[in-house]
């Protein structure tokens, strides 16, 4: 089982790469033997999409196949979202073009968004609604908002509100299960149907 983790603030440091390492450390302490591999676009490693992606231009090619064969050999996703004026950040929803269905289609992924406040509703709302049409991606019903995040998931326990802490470790904790179990049960049905249809490549 291997689960892929992107941490979409291009911040450096940022508050959503915390919440990332901190789901990476639960899932490895909690699950042996899962594989994890934890992406941050952080400094905006990928330029913006343009035409030649779809032209096979050698460079998005060498740029993109690690990124692809890591998502590929991945059975589910976790999306970490900040919120940024209401929104997902711009560098997020670009990976959302340089992938597909055949990276990330039929594959279960959890949503956490982080927010220094009260907000992290907004981004669930966005990518929910707009960033899986194509590719396929299976939002598990279950999401996370991490609010008042420099309060929690903290290393040092003297800088987080122990309450508030306690209950988001314990929200992801349970969250992962979920994106485990659901990432198992995907994982014939993707074998059993056919998921790539030549002539419905797009989502409708
Ligand atoms: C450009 C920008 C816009 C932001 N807009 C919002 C917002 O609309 N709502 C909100 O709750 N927080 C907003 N924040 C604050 C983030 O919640 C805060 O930076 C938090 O740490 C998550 O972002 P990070 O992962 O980049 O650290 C914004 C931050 C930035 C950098």
Known sequence: MKIS???????NPSQSEKVARHIEKTLKAE???IEIWLFTLADNPLPLWDQSVWEDDHAWNERLAPI???LSASDGFVIVSPEWHGQVPAGLKNLFLL???????HKPALIVTVSNGDGGAYPVAELRMSS???NRICYIPEQVIVRHVEKVLNDDPADNDASADAYFRERISWA???LLGYAEALKPMREKIKIHHEKFGNGM
């Open 5 to 11: 983790i992107i941490s979409g603030s291009h911040r």
């Open 31 to 33: 699950h042996a033997g």
């Open 68 to 70: 692809k064969e890591q």
């Open 99 to 105: 992938c597909n269905r055949f990276q990330l289609g």
């Open 132 to 134: 899986y049409k194509n």
């Open 176 to 178: 992962c299960d979920l």
